[in-house]
């Protein structure tokens, strides 16, 4: 099959990848200059880990890996003052140590490397074409995935629970690696999206410049923003205009900065004041560790990676930042500063916030999800996938292992590239194919994905409660979440959050 994928962002990219696996031809088109991470800073691979292993591309995602060992939560008490801006720390939450071979069960992945993509798709389809049971089907999966599993070289990819990347990596690894059979779009702006082409037997997209793609399949996998959904999901089954939204505002907005390390000890080597303090958080951090700190209404995160630290800070706010609160602006930056302050926040965060736009990086940014799909993920042709169809808050770091997620699901479900040759007798037997297929993929997929933004949202609220019960809520929840079987519910939560149906 020919498929046209909307948006090579990171579900758009692993897409393309696993439909290459497949044999199919893919156009993949991005309407930005580059393949390149515009937001955020790096991301915690869960269940994206294992479709990258499925993918065949643990070898090259290794190095580039942190794989995750603590997650330590403190609260802060007072502070914020100018007698006393920093808040004293207690460290009421615990610490959940993550085992170094916690890797939880991979989801099934997309091919047996040693069989052919053929034998692959008959394993779940008898002669007939007819899909097996449920419960068949999760055997055989279940079976590929451990015999592949032990084929594998041992790295951080098969072994780590959960394991941190900057996002330019991932991109720039994922865009490195693509296939011949993908055809690369750049500075490609899609306008309009056509799912009935041809009867229904395909989908076309057009470009800002009035060129047309057609596909026999075209994916929207273009973000919150999504030109793809505005088609798919423009009316309802009984053909009424819905005109909403496609994404609302949290009521929070977040800090995320990345600073290299050498340059930040750099800094505080040169520094004429030494802050002790700050450097005796650092040092008990280790490689792999996470420290959170709980304010008022506003929480602030450090994570050591390799070779950068990590932070994020989260603030309850009624109106989102504006693009002129752009991070580069002096102003800007000042009072994010004193907010970090206000909040009683370590002196850590400030030096951090110095030291990231020196090679490092820094968003501000207000926190949106989508509106729920009141349709299907799919309409003729045309689908969904990733933040197009269930972008989420980011409190359980999900939602870009959901697109990758996603992204292997749809390709699984389709039918491979040869399947003319020995599934479908005709057009019309591949038309029910694909049907079936996008049904499939939407059934394994968005129950789990609305539960997991359903859950996030939750788990915001809770983690940046203003009041003082909302408070103790938090720490009771934080509590029992990290110390609970020596940290056994937080990967519990983690395991659940990265599951994938088939
Ligand atoms: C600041 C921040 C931090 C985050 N941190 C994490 C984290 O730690 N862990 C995690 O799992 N998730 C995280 N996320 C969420 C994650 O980034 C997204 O859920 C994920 O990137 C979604 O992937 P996607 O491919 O669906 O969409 P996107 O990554 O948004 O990609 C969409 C792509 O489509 C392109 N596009 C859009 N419209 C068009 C058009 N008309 N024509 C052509 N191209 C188009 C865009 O340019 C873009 O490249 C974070 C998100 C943000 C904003």
Known sequence: MHIVVVGAGLGG????????????????IEKQPAVKSQLGAAIGLTGGLAVMRSLGLAREIDPYLTPMRSFKGSSLV???????????????????M???????????????????????????????????SDSQRRRT?????????????????????????????????????????????????????????YGGTSASVTLSDGTRLTGDLVVGADGIHSIVRRTVASDDADGRTLTTSQRRYTGISGVYGLVVKHTFELMMKCSLK??????????????????????????????????HYMFVFFEAREDPPTSDENWTNPAVQEEISSKIKAQGMPSLFEHLLRAAPDGGRVVHLGLYESEPMRTSWSRGRAVLLGDSAHATTPFLGQGANQ???????????LPPANASDYICADDDDLHHHIQKALHRYETARSTHATNIKSVSRMFGHIRLGITSWDRCVRRCFMQTLLTCGRGCLFRQMLKWASQLNV
């Open 13 to 28: 990219l692993t897409l393309s990848h696993a439909l290459a696996k497949r044999g199919h031809t893919v156009d993949l």
């Open 78 to 96: 007072g502070g914020g003052g100018a007698a006393e801006p920093e808040g004293k720390l207690t460290t009421s939450f615990g610490e959940a």
């Open 98 to 132: 993550i085992p170094e071979k916690a890797q939880f069960e991979l989801p099934p992945i997309l091919l047996d490397r040693r069989s052919s993509e053929s034998r692959n798709y008959e394993m779940f389809h008898d002669e007939g074409g007819a899909a097996a």
């Open 141 to 197: 999966v279940h079976g590929i995935s451990r015999t592949a599993l032990s084929d594998d070289e041992s790295g951080p990819s098969s072994e780590a629970f959960m394991a941190m990347i900057t996002r330019e990596h991932l991109h720039a690894l994922l865009h490195r690696t693509l296939p011949l059979n993908v055809s690369l779009w750049l500075n490609c702006n899609v306008v309009h999206v056509e799912p009935f082409s």
């Open 274 to 307: 030494k802050d002790e303090k700050a450097e005796a958080l650092l040092e008990s951090l280790p490689v792999g560790g996470l420290h959170e700190f709980e304010g008022k209404g506003a929480i602030a995160t450090v994570f050591n990676l390799k070779r």
């Open 403 to 413: 697109a990758m997620l996603d992204a292997w699901s749809l390709a699984f479900h």
